[in-house]
């Protein structure tokens, strides 16, 4: 049994890009559904716990495969992001005035019960909080680490313009710390929104080498929003540039209506071409592919 992937619009056509039965996905955007009982497992202990993953709220294609490995990107301090990025899933809104105090602990169950290894941690974008949850991030990686022992890695927002609040995440020392460049300069507001800087986010990440060297710094892009391949190229000697440890790469795929459309699908060939580009260039680990996202066998890529 297979399932399709929720793209809504149409892409800028390639006639020579070959296409599923439906004719609006390229072949390769086909996958099968992970057969067993642990899916059921781990949606029903997310459940019991009241926890959110990106996963769900973001509607990531890879949800039922990393589910029934028993495992799941955590997205804390509620589900109600308050940035309108163009291409998230996730709802917007006015978020509660508070996180919710025993989360942290409830995280670390949760990570304990599953028996992972490797947490990591995401949350919404909370611009109406002072620090913009980063307390909220020190506790649970604190709890997590207390709990199970694994290495933890966490997938911030931007904190634009608020140092203060990168310092605190960086205090707990997660092992692995990604922000999301998401796309190139030419895209970067129409995609992440006005708030959005570009040359903030490569700072912020410098400057969590510069308060802890021994943190592996983590970025990545989605591809098929309208980048030329000199843009694509231009970005990624960028992130070099700011001694970003480690890339993603992966198809941008639209999850509804309202969001941004699909201009363009990479084919997988090119897909392994632009992640040799970037081994050449110097990132200690890539992972480049369609269906590959910014915590995709994250543990894999933290070990290697």
Known sequence: MAFRLPVVADPIPDPNTPVSGSGRLPRWLKREVPKGNANNFTAGLLDELRLETVCDNAKCPNRSECYSQKTATFMILGAICTRPCGFCAVNRGRPPEKPEVDEPQRLAEAAARLGLKHVVITSVTRDDLPDGGADHYYQCITAVRERTGATVEVLTPDFV????????VVEARPEVFNHNMETV??????????????QWTLQLLRRVKELDPTIKTKSGLMLGLGETRDELLDALADMRAYDIDFLTLGQYLQPGEKYLPVQRYITPEEFDELGEIAKKLGFKQVASGPFVRSSYHARDMAEA
């Not at 608020?162 to 605190?168: G, I, T, V």
């Not at 895209?187 to 929104?193: A, L, Q, S």
Request: hydrophobic share 20%; glycine share 4%.
């Open 161 to 168: 313009q608020c140092k203060e609040a990168l310092d605190r």
């Open 185 to 198: 300069p030419r895209m970067y507001r129409r995609v992440r929104g006005p708030k959005s800087d570009y």
